[in-house]
């Protein structure tokens, strides 16, 4: 048994598991969630089995989101919303529960009662240029 025979998203790729599949192209497609945030709550997947981002290349990656914006408008505007967040959940820590990349595409609207929790904090002291150096010296 591999990664790819028990993963639920390759398995929806492969027609075993039935989905509500609003896209699909050679590399990708797109489900419903099936416990949506809010409804219109949309998975974009790649069809290729890999857990992180790390684990695709560049071209994979722009294969993946080519259709990205097209789909944003059309749950936008499919559901009456005004926006939407994309969050991508990589790694466990992060909140991943299912490991095979997906973005998530979630229509927002004014006082939809969502609530991510974030708690934004400004940087202690020297702590801005710290993070700095240590993310673009890998660039
Ligand atoms: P994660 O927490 O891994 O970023 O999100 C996984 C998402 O997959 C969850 O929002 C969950 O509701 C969704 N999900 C899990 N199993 C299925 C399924 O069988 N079908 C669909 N359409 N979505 C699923
Ligand atoms: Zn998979």
């Known amino acids: 048994m591999t990664e790819k025979t028990n993963c ?3 398995r929806i790729a492969r027609g075993e598991i039935t989905s509500s599949k609003l896209y699909e192209d050679e590399t990708s497609f797109a489900i419903l969630d099936t416990n949506p945030i ?3 709550h949309t998975l974009l997947i790649p069809k290729k089995h890999a857990a992180s981002l ?3 290349s560049a071209d994979e990656q722009a ?3 080519k259709p ?3 789909l944003c408008a059309a749950i936008v505007e ?3 919303s005004e926006g939407f967040n994309l969050i991508l959940n990589d790694g466990r820590c992060a909140g991943q529960v299912v490991p095979h990349l997906h973005l998530h595409i979630i229509p927002r609207q004014t006082n939809d009662q969502v609530d991510f929790n ?3 904090q ?3 002291p020297d702590q801005l240029k710290k993070t700095f150096q240590q993310i673009s010296s890998r660039l």
């Open 54 to 56: 790390a684990d695709i």
């Open 122 to 124: 400004p940087y202690p």
């Open 68 to 70: 990205l914006k097209k």
């Open 118 to 120: 974030w708690a934004p």
């Open 8 to 10: 639920i998203f390759c």
């Open 78 to 80: 499919g559901t009456g």
């Open 38 to 40: 809010r409804p219109g």
């Open 63 to 65: 294969n993946w989101l």
